[in-house]
C-alpha cells in the first residue's frame, strides 16, 4: 500500500489555489479544510489552473467515473467570467482524461446536469 507522504504534490501551488477559492469561492470552510481538498486533487492530478501574471484566473477540482468527468468546482476571477476560462479549464482536463466522454456538473440552484464534452466545448 503506498504510503501519503510519499504522493508528491506542490505546497505552493496548493496554497495559491487555496487562497484564490477562499476568496472567490462559495464555500464557508476554513483554509485549513479547504487546502486539504486541494491537496488530494493535486495528488490525483484532478485539479486544473490558470494562471496569468502570477494570477490565478480560475480554477476546477474533479473526479473521473468510467468516461464521465463530475466538475465540483469550477471558481472563476471576477472580471473573467465571460473568457472562456471554463471551457480552458475543461480542455486541460480533457488533455490528461482524453477517454472521457460525457461532463457533469451543476450550477448555481440547478440539479446536476450532464453534457457531452465535446458538445459542451463546441468541439466536434
Known amino acids: 500500500m503506498e504510503n501519503n507522504s510519499q504522493l508528491y504534490f506542490d ?7 487555496t487562497e484564490f477559492w477562499q476568496k472567490y469561492g462559495y464555500y464557508s470552510a476554513s483554509f485549513d479544510e479547504l487546502y486539504k481538498i486541494i491537496q488530494q486533487h493535486l495528488i490525483y ?3 486544473e489552473y490558470i ?3 502570477n494570477l490565478i484566473l480560475g480554477f476546477a477540482r474533479y473526479t473521473i467515473e468510467g468516461s464521465t468527468c463530475i466538475c465540483y468546482d469550477a471558481v ?5 467570467e ?5 471551457k480552458l479549464l475543461l480542455i486541460k482536463g480533457w488533455k490528461k ?4 466522454t460525457k461532463l457533469k456538473f451543476e450550477r448555481e440552484g440547478t440539479k446536476m446536469k ?11
Open 97 to 100: 482524461y482524453p477517454l472521457t
Open 51 to 53: 494562471e496569468h501574471d
Open 45 to 47: 492530478n484532478t485539479v
Open 11 to 17: 505546497r505552493d501551488v496548493c496554497k495559491k489555489i
Open 114 to 124: 450532464e453534457y457531452e464534452i465535446a458538445k459542451f466545448l463546441g468541439v466536434k
Open 82 to 86: 465571460n473568457k472562456d476560462i471554463l
Open 76 to 80: 472563476i476571477r471576477k472580471g473573467y
